[in-house]
């Protein structure tokens, strides 16, 4: 018998192949392919590792402004309290700067009798009242004689007179007057 020829079969493309005009487009979609999806695979990866970055930033931001907000929320009563202060401080810088209200309010309290006490005083531009409390109508009766020798007041009035009522040997007054310019 006549001996069996061995075939091989060669499935690389030959050099002819290579250099034919198929062969070198199929070399170079295969190249650039792998060079394309090795840099989508950078990206992803890349995407994927600055998310825990960012989420740590993000945490980060939020625990700062978690923070701001705490210390904001801590000055808020120091801030009123301030507010406060500065409202007062004009009130009384506008009380200090009108000398009429500052020399009313000394020639009142130099000739009041001594037990006499201002409950609260209240002051506008042309008159005034004080509400105060005593133990005797006499010096009820003085503290109206020396506001009407003052000159630069006028139609004192007794508007109100009554008992306290915590203390029924305390008598609480409200004297009104107007006042005239010098």
């Known amino acids: 018998m006549p ?9 690389l493309p030959q050099d002819e192949f290579e250099t034919s005009t198929l062969g070198r487009i199929l070399k170079w979609s295969l ?51 301030f507010k406060n202060i500065q409202k007062k401080l004009s009130i009384a810088k506008s009380l200090y700067n009108e000398p009429l209200f500052t020399e009313i309010i000394n020639d009142i309290s130099t000739t009041l009798p001594l037990d006499i006490i201002f409950t609260s005083t209240t002051f506008n531009d042309k008159s005034f009242a004080i509400k105060a409390t005593s133990f005797s109508e006499s010096s009820i009766a003085q503290v109206i004689a020396n506001l009407e020798a003052k000159n630069n007041l006028s139609e004192i009035t007794l508007s109100q007179i009554s008992t306290s009522q915590d203390d029924p040997n305390t008598i609480v007054f409200t004297v009104s007057g107007k006042i005239s310019p010098k």
């Open 3 to 11: 001996k069996v020829k061995n075939k091989f079969i060669n499935l």
């Open 31 to 81: 190249s650039s392919f792998r060079v394309m999806v090795i840099i989508t695979e950078l990206l992803v990866m890349s995407a994927f590792l600055s998310r825990f970055w960012l989420d740590a930033r993000n945490s980060d931001l939020n625990e700062d402004l978690d923070i701001g907000q705490s210390q904001i929320l801590a000055y808020e009563d120091i801030e009123l309290e």
